[in-house]
């Protein structure tokens, strides 16, 4: 069995490669840096190392990996010939390697088994965006092609940290992980990954995760950052952080609870569990890696407005998520090309502009008037410096 997998980065290795490893596949990892692919190419095996309570390490053997800018056409090949497709590029990345799946399909045998595709991205149904991408990209040729995959959304939670430049291929994760997929697309044939789930509706596990594991993280984050800290750790040992970080999933848990029927005190364990996993202290995470790219996490459908908004709908309390949204705003890492771009919006549009442009809520949304108000508090902020 042949999995390809695109970006080869921290959960790619960390995660996904190595339950794929432990599923029977052979590996492929695709991906566009350089150095990384060569690293990769020049190991047999590598170290996945659990750090905290209960960690292991695991080896991962029997993969290699292709430079997807130089060699495009080889990756369409292993892609064609594979059994599983899984992706962790980043949502917004998607759109690039579509083209090269859509011309896999083409080139792939119509009697094989359907490939299966699953993007493990930050983000509701991002294999159905992946699929719409793919379809985008293979024009014309898409009805005659769709029946050659099968798309499942899945939700995957593992913690792995940017890793220190001299680790090499190894990688350094949490033990804790989390992975579940849809199941139906898959008919009777699902892949082969051990510790994966498969469910029938997916919807409760991908809002139940991005709401309370990346709310809280990010919420950690943009408060650490502005307390000036720099671990994940370190700034849920304040009391004042951890009280809004817990106060946020306080409402998100009400939205789960009133929207998905998520009992509430299954809903207490979960974030407990989670604050548990933020505070390991042998977990070297920053504040700026889970803060990064901030305009993604303020859009329409992400870890604050999206539970916000719905929040709002049903007429449940917002304020802690909307405080961490004036937190994010706040984030200013030179390093981040997103923070960096809402730091010179936010100093250089007006407020509604910003509001509707960001989070693109419409100004008759019960979520707007509240968010108007951090975002000029913000540009209130950056005209007294
Ligand atoms: N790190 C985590 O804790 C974690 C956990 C769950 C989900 N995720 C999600 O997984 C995704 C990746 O996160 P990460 O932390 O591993 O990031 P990362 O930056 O470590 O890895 C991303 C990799 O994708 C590669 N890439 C970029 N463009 C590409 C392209 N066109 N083709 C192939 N590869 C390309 C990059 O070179 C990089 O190696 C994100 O969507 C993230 O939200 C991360
Ligand atoms: O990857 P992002 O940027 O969407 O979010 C940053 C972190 O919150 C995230 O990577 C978590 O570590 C991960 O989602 C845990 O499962």
Redesign the pocket.
Known sequence: MKAVHFGAGNIGRGFVGLLLHDGGYDLVFSDVAAPLVDAINAVDSYTVHEVGDGGRDTVVTGFRAINSAEHPSDVVEQVAGADVVTTAVGPTVLRFIAPLIADALALRDPSAPPLQVMACE?AINATDLLQAEIAQAAGDAWEAVRSRAVFANTA?????PAQPADAGVDVTVEPFFEWAIERAPFGVNPPHIPGAHFVNDLQPYIERKLFT??TG??TTAYFGAQAGIERISDALADDAIAAQVSAALEETSALLTAKHGLPVAELAEYRATILQRFRNPALPDTVW??G??PMRKLSRHERFVGPAAEAAERGLPVDALVAAMGAALAFDDPADAQSVALQQLLRTIDVDSLVTEVTGLGEAHPLYSAVREVVAARQDDLADD
């Open positions: 930050n995957v939670d593992r913690i792995v594991v990346n993280h990010a890696r889970v990064r790219q």
